[in-house]
């Protein structure tokens, strides 16, 4: 089966596209990397994606006079990849409204909460402030307005009394490195269609049980 040929875009650490670029090396994913992009030189996740053996490539947005120059740059790099799915993987660079119509159903993002609660910035400690009992991350399509878009799959976890945004960043973390390999094997098997503005699953099994925080 011909895998698809995804390219991840990065800004810093890079634990995603390192959780991602893992589970395309186990013989038989349905995607491969063909290219880690990172719009600052000093992204961490340059050097994993590298030690690798995955090409990459920088496009210092401060090198273009504006965001239309920066994301044309950018298609163009994605095209000469033969890219047919972007994954944004901790990329914090607001992308044009041209550019997300261009990937459109083929840029996909993760954000660590529980959408659509808590898009955009400090995430954690907004979640934390209105004391919810669970948050977690989301795996979505992309559509212009910031975290927002069809909704692939979730991960929800508990969050805890004594939590902190560290602590509780590290629990959501740990939950997005399991969920967007398996978005990812979703999309390449196109089992997550859009279908007005809503993903539908094929062959995707629901888990039975609530969970209760605190336990009953
Ligand atoms: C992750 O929490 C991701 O959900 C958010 O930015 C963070 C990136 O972390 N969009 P990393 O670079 O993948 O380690």
């Known amino acids: 089966m011909a895998r698809l040929r995804t390219a991840i875009l990065i800004s810093g650490r890079g634990s995603n596209m390192q959780a991602l670029s893992e589970a395309c090396a186990a013989p038989g994913f349905p995607a491969e990397i063909v290219r880690v992009i990172a719009n600052r030189k000093d992204a961490a996740g340059l050097g994993i994606a590298a030690q690798a053996g995955v090409a990459t490539r920088t496009i210092p947005h401060r090198d273009y006079p504006d965001r239309a120059a920066f994301d044309a740059a950018l298609d163009a790099a994605l095209r000469e990849s033969?890219?047919?799915l972007v994954c944004l993987a901790g990329f914090m660079r607001l992308l044009t409204a041209g550019f997300v119509e261009a990937w459109r159903d083929r840029m996909i993002n993760i954000h660590p909460s529980l959408l659509p609660a808590f898009p955009g910035l400090d995430t954690h400690a907004r979640a934390l402030a209105a004391g919810v009992r669970f948050s977690?991350?989301?795996?979505?399509?992309?559509?212009h307005e910031m975290d927002t878009g069809p909704i692939i799959a979730q991960a929800a976890?508990?969050?805890r009394p004594e939590d902190d945004t560290g602590s509780l960043a590290d629990r959501v973390l740990a939950a997005e490195h399991r969920l967007y390999p398996?978005?990812?094997?979703l999309v390449a098997e196109g089992r997550a269609r859009v279908a007005g503005e809503r993903v539908v699953l094929a062959e995707a099994e629901t888990p039975e049980v609530a969970l209760l925080n605190p336990r009953g």
């Open 82 to 84: 033969g890219a047919e």
């Open 136 to 143: 977690g991350c989301t795996v979505h399509y992309v559509r």
């Open 157 to 159: 976890v508990p969050v």
């Open 182 to 185: 398996l978005a990812l094997r």
